[in-house]
């Protein structure tokens, strides 16, 4: 069985989705074998290489300091209940994700891109990191077992620029809008956070019924 994760690494509830998908996995590790891969989806894409304020860009989202403080601590209760210690106050900078779409995609799949995923989300939530910084990229490709010289000299470049791009637009082709998304063997799509359970019996039954009529659905169409 294969999912297609489709995220961004500044999508806090990306991050709460992810957790939940580590317990469903962990429910089915004796039954299924499942492989991963995160592809991508820029929440703000229209937001400069060098990033964007932090407190400009929430003004700009939400209008008021008051309500971007209701949004943030409701995501902050959730996520301590998954164990994570969001710090949205360490956080100085909204950074573009372009170069961090091509680190997760120079990852590769499976378990080396889950780790990135894992470095990336708690840089940026719970340690106020700029991922958007060549420096913190580099250190996350160490982190995750990269070649970390390799990837400090394919930064500064534009390779796989052009196939971040394409595997973007055939998400929102397939009417994605938000993120996270979760798509099982190229056909079942699940949107939004996940509950563990619930997704847990959702890829038993999905493995039980492709045993009976088998499929072969490429995963994320061709990309």
């Known amino acids: 069985m294969h999912i297609d994760i489709v995220s961004d690494a500044i999508c806090p509830w990306c991050y709460i989705g992810k957790r939940k998908l580590d317990q469903a996995l962990a429910l089915v590790a004796d039954e299924l074998s499942v492989s991963l891969q995160w592809r991508p989806y820029q929440l703000n894409p229209s937001i400069p290489p060098t990033g964007l304020d932090r407190q400009a860009s929430l003004a700009r989202k939400f209008a008021s300091a008051a309500r971007a ?38 990852a590769g799949t499976g378990q080396r891109q889950h780790e990135l995923m894992a470095y990336l989300f708690a840089a940026y939530f719970e340690r106020g990191e700029d991922i958007g910084d060549a420096q913190v990229l580099i250190q996350a ?83």
């Open 69 to 106: 403080d209701a949004a943030y601590a409701r995501i902050a209760q959730t996520g301590a209940e998954e164990g994570i210690a969001f710090d949205f106050e360490a956080i100085t900078r909204t950074p573009n994700t372009q170069n961090v779409h091509r680190l997760i995609q120079w």
């Open 141 to 223: 490709a160490n982190s995750a077992g990269m070649d970390a010289d390799l990837v400090a000299q394919q930064l500064p470049g534009d390779s796989d620029n052009e196939v971040v791009a394409e595997q973007e637009q055939l998400a929102r082709s397939m009417g994605i809008g938000g993120v996270p998304c979760f798509i099982i063997n190229g056909q079942y799509m699940l949107m939004g956070v996940q509950d563990p359970v619930r997704l847990a019996r959702a890829l038993k039954k999905i493995q039980q019924e492709e045993l009976v009529e088998p499929k072969n659905y490429p995963p994320f169409g061709s990309l």
